[in-house]
């Protein structure tokens, strides 16, 4: 099982997740952070969006990116990144 590590409001956090977890799932089961909703499962609705910031040790950016993402589209292994 991968373990991530990411910063979620301002705070450090990391946890071991299977391969196919999603970012909302994380959110919400791991951290007990639920703000993020599963709206429609299809992440249309928009109710599973979250504000991230993608760093340049990522993807070697001049500056941080700042991305909303469907938290109920993204796999976690995936979305190494903070969330404000």
Known sequence: MPTVSMTVN?????????GRTLLVD??????SLTGT???????QCGACTVLSIFCET???????MWAAIPASAAPVPFTSMAIP
Do not use: A, M, W
């Open 58 to 64: 990522i993807f070697h950016l001049q500056e941080p």
């Open 37 to 43: 909703h599963v709206g429609c499962d299809t992440s």
């Open 10 to 18: 301002g705070k450090s956090v990391s946890g071991d997740v299977e």
């Open 26 to 31: 994380f959110l919400r089961n791991n951290l």
